[in-house]
């Protein structure tokens, strides 16, 4: 048995976030995910000298913070 299609993926979507988007959502400044990021394990990708992190590893990762 084959599971049914989602719509969507599970915990965000593939969408690059950038810094400012993170802290957000982190409630964290813009600063703190720059210089944390590594430290906090989480998957960060670079795009020029731009970083950006996909929605879906950003709430992934906050869901291992509460485990």
């Known amino acids: 048995m084959t599971e049914p299609h989602r719509k969507g993926t599970l915990g965000g979507s ?11 959502i982190l409630g964290v400044r813009e600063r703190t995910v720059r ?3 590594r430290e906090w394990q989480l998957p960060a990708y670079r795009i020029g000298k731009q970083l950006r ?10 869901e291992r913070q509460a485990a």
């Open 53 to 62: 992190w996909r929605e879906r590893d950003v709430h992934a990762w906050i």
């Open 35 to 37: 210089a944390m990021w």
């Open 14 to 24: 593939n969408r690059l976030l950038t810094s400012r988007e993170v802290a957000v």
